[in-house]
């Protein structure tokens, strides 16, 4: 359908593709979790349905950004999808998971919380700390997207369409699209997303299999944790 925006490149089309698969494999991670009719039911399982729902719902409006070509609006999502993968992966880092999900679901925040140390607060900052051993791209883009969150000088730059030093000239464009990124700029975007989208999915995949443990195997887990 013509929406009257130029289509993206192939490359970045392909990407989107694989976010809709990405975005149907989280609504079978979440059946895995709740188990057949008649499983029981705990506090984190109440985490994982929000936390698959403002996934599938970034993704979905991630999608018509890109393709409308809305690059302040998309790595804003970006930020809330890395937010959301962060998060949720803070119950792993806990004593009591599902004590962590009671508190969320009463709306204590989650960077008031701390760590099974007892030391450390949950804040976002501590939570990019402790994945960037396995995802050496997270600090950088948390920290650059971060001012897309709140209005700040990274919406000034996007803003600006040209700038000539020698001629001290400069040019603004202000409209609802972003055209003058590159291919490159989109795919990295959408790279970006599914790598966050897979650290969700591990820890769903993880608690999927832990809610398979029986008393005994998990107590074990526990001990050697």
């Known amino acids: 359908m013509d929406n009257g925006h130029t289509i993206q490149s192939e490359h970045v089309e392909a990407l989107l593709q694989a976010l809709e698969r990405d975005k149907d494999a989280l609504l079978t991670l979440g059946m895995e979790v709740v188990g057949p009719a008649g499983s029981p039911m705990y506090p984190l399982d109440w985490m994982v349905f929000a936390a698959i729902k403002r996934s599938v719902s970034t993704s979905s409006t991630l999608a018509a950004m890109v393709r409308t070509w809305n690059m302040v609006c998309a790595r804003s999502l970006l930020r809330m999808h890395i937010d959301t993968a962060l998060r949720f992966s803070a119950a792993w880092l806990v004593p009591d998971p599902h004590s962590f999900a009671t508190n969320v679901m ?3 925040p989650i960077n008031k919380m701390k760590d099974r140390s007892g030391k450390q607060q949950l804040s976002d900052a501590f939570l990019v700390e402790t994945h960037k051993g396995e995802y050496p791209w997270l600090p950088d883009v948390y920290k650059n997207l971060c001012g897309y969150v709140h209005f700040s000088g990274s919406h000034i730059v996007d803003s600006i369409s040209s700038f000539e030093d020698e001629t001290r000239t400069i040019e603004f464009e202000i409209s609802a699209t972003d055209s003058k990124f590159p291919e490159f700029s989109w795919v990295e975007v959408l790279d ?10 591990l820890y769903l995949q993880g608690y999927a299999e832990t809610k398979k443990l029986t008393p005994a195997e998990l107590e074990t887990l526990r001990s050697i944790r």
């Open 192 to 201: 970006c997303f599914r790598k966050s989208t897979s650290i969700l999915s």
């Open 106 to 108: 009463k709306g204590v």
